[in-house]
């Protein structure tokens, strides 16, 4: 593949709804096994998890994401799921920490140019192999959509437990909304 542009070659996750797989395989170099996971570990430690999450919150494009070194040591898989183009994805993480991140990773795999490097996208790609069956649990929604619902069902809740709430719930002057099929599915979904 060589030689071809970032632009012929082939974006190859698989999608289901909103989100895209992606799924990397590189070769680690020889006697690079023990850097990597040392570099992996650090990543797992509390306070680079933080710095990670917030660049993740940041690009809010990711669901997940997973590194695993496999066969004898002699190969990384890097998997994740998100929602947007292809080329949004990598030119999003390569601005932040997450980008940083890659780099560690990756400097201990095979022909890895660098993060920065206009030629990263090609190595990806030719490093890509498309998931045979993707789905996710919540094709269509966003990770944007899935933190606002998450923010708004945390304020639902929050009023659900406050004394004008319950005795809102108590007033003649409700009775026809509270009779209502969706007011008593809002009401079974937040006491579920």
Request: net charge negative; charged share 25%; with cysteine.
């Amino acid at each position: 593949m060589a030689g071809k542009s970032t632009a012929q070659l082939e974006r190859k996750g698989a999608k289901d709804g909103m989100s895209t797989e992606f799924t990397v395989f590189a070769k680690i170099k020889p006697g690079h096994a023990d850097a990597l996971r040392k570099v992996l570990a650090a990543m797992a430690s509390p306070a680079a998890d933080a710095n990670a999450h917030d660049a993740v919150r940041e690009i809010g494009t990711l669901h997940d994401a997973r590194h695993v070194i496999f066969d004898n040591d002699t190969q990384v898989m890097f998997a994740s799921v998100f929602d947007g183009t292809w080329d949004d994805y990598i030119d999003d993480f390569a601005k932040t920490v997450v980008g940083d991140r890659f780099g560690q990773v990756f400097q201990h795999c095979e022909d890895f140019p660098g993060i920065k490097d206009p030629g990263v996208k090609n190595w990806f790609l030719e490093r890509q192999e498309r998931a045979a069956v993707f789905i996710s649990s919540y094709p269509d929604l966003t990770v944007q959509q899935i933190w606002k619902d998450q923010h708004v069902n945390e304020a639902f809740q929050a009023l659900l437990d406050t004394p004008e709430f319950r005795e809102m719930l108590d007033n003649p002057a409700i009775a026809a909304l509270k009779a209502t099929p969706e007011f008593q599915r809002l009401m079974e979904e937040a006491e579920a």
